[in-house]
């Protein structure tokens, strides 16, 4: 015969410890992150450097357009 005043017994995938085998650590180059970092930053550079080329011939355009 069972009581109410027992807890039920629940577990889930968060309170089961971490297999240590899947967590190994990779170790990781850091030339190879500042090189990855570096690339992004580039990519950002030329797309913002673009826009601002695009921005001020049309703003150009406009002078000479409004100045005839």
Known sequence: MTTFDEN????SQTDKPVE????KTQKVDINILKA??????DKENFKNTTV????????GAAGIFFSI
């Open 8 to 11: 039920p017994k629940i577990i």
């Open 36 to 41: 990855r970092a570096k690339a992004i930053q």
């Open 20 to 23: 240590q085998d899947n967590n």
């Open 52 to 59: 601002i080329v695009l921005i001020l011939t049309a703003l």
